[in-house]
């Protein structure tokens, strides 16, 4: 070979850029068709109510601006408090779906994985955007299941703030994911017309022969003797993926299904009526005793009224009673019966009841999640407790102890504990 010639079309280098290096038989475009849609199903149903969960958060106000002013979509609705279940389905689902997503996700990744090495890397400028933009796909895909399962674990082994970054994740993710979907349509169609729909999967392991080559390159070039079917292969994906679903459900559901949740962190609080998960222990929050003792206080306050109540003072006052749940975004929730004095009654003590929002704060002195903002249709709606007691004892110090809020369908985050005001604003 010339040297001009190896300068325009250098030879690939060995290994798996070689066309021969791939050789599993039930690769081909309709194996990349189903498993594309099937996932595609599922980060639907995960970017969905991803977005409605950051929703749920009302980022536009105050406290809750997680990402800054400005740089947000504009996703901001009245988030409504009926059903009171709404956001433990909501995030149930996120995070569940986003599991069960995972080992379609890795299968689908395994099936285009000689597009990966192909050789040249580009061939054109049209090719080399169609890459960059597959090289955002798996990356910010990659990077969301990482960041989600981790977050699941409630670990932070990074020391960006994971909302932000999920979010912003998620931006590039579906951003590029509609495009990679529109670019792939004619290919998706022709696979599932040319191939009968689902017909391959009827196909026993001595049935099964590599799909017709293709100029994709998916096809191997020098097939292997297939080990496994394509139901086979379809049906392991389904083990792994029930596999996850069984071992992390029963957090989200919660009661005595929690036991089952073999993969989720325990965070439990052991026995007694405060048995329940406990997200961030008193403790870790830096509350001591001192801070909740008979000197703690309550400040309400609304434009220039204010109003100071001692834990006695809010026990006189009418309590009512509600299950209601805590739904965090790790995805486990639990509903509990929660005693307190509603927050429209404690709004009415200082005229603050026609305000827009309440600034919760908290004893807690650093951290995001010291203060959060309620939206009037939260604080005003009649379930809504500045909860005392649950399951009829004193909140226990991990669990809130003097006062926390409690709100039907309101995201776990903003269920502030050790609360120690209350200003109703504009
Ligand atoms: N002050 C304060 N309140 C807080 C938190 C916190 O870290 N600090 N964590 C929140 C989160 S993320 C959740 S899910 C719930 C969990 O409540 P629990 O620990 O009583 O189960 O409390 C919320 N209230
Ligand atoms: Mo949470």
Known sequence: ??????????????????????????????????????????????????????????????ANAIVPAGRDLPLTFTWPTSPAWLYALDQGLHVNVGLVTIPLLLAK?????????????????????????????????????ATGVVNM???????????????????VFIASILLHVAIKLPVMRRAWR???????????????????????????????????????????????????????????????????????????????PNGFPVNKTARAARITPAMTGDAWRLRLAAGSRSVVLSRADLLALELRTEELPIACVE????????????????????????????????????GVLRRATLTRNQYADDRALLALRVNGADLS?????????I????PGVHTTKWVSDLRFGA
């Open 1 to 62: 070979m010339r040297v001009t010639e190896l300068l325009r079309d250098p030879p690939a280098p060995p290994g798996p850029f070689r066309p021969g290096f791939w050789r599993s038989p039930l690769r081909g475009p309709w194996m990349t068709t189903v498993l594309g849609s099937l996932l595609l199903l599922g980060v639907t149903v995960v970017a969905v109510t991803g977005l409605l969960s950051h929703a749920a958060y009302e980022p536009g106000l105050g």
């Open 109 to 145: 990744l395994w099936s285009v994985i000689p597009r990966l090495f192909a050789w040249p890397p580009v061939a054109s400028a049209a090719e080399g955007l169609e890459r960059l933009g597959i090289a955002l796909l798996v990356g910010s895909a990659l990077f969301e299941f």
């Open 153 to 171: 674990q409630n670990w932070y082994p990074f020391s960006f703030n994971f909302v932000v970054a999920h979010y912003y994740g998620a931006i």
């Open 194 to 272: 040319e191939r009968d729909g689902l017909a391959p999967l009827r196909a026993s392991l001595a049935q099964t022969v590599p799909e017709p080559p293709d100029e994709h390159g998916l096809v191997a070039a020098q097939p292997a003797a297939p080990t496994i079917s394509r139901r086979g292969l379809l049906g392991l994906v389904g083990v792994g993926s029930a596999t996850l679903l069984v071992s992390n459900v029963g957090e989200s559901i919660g009661g005595p299904l929690r036991g089952t949740a073999l993969l989720a962190p325990r965070r439990t609080s052991g026995p007694g």
């Open 331 to 366: 995805g486990w929730s639990t509903s509990q019966h929660w005693e307190g004095v509603p927050l429209i009654a404690l709004a009415r003590m200082v005229g603050g009841d026609r305000t827009s929002h309440v600034l919760v704060r908290s004893l807690q002195k650093s």
């Open 397 to 405: 110090p991990d669990h809130g102890y003097p006062a926390r809020i």
């Open 407 to 410: 709100v039907p369908a309101l």
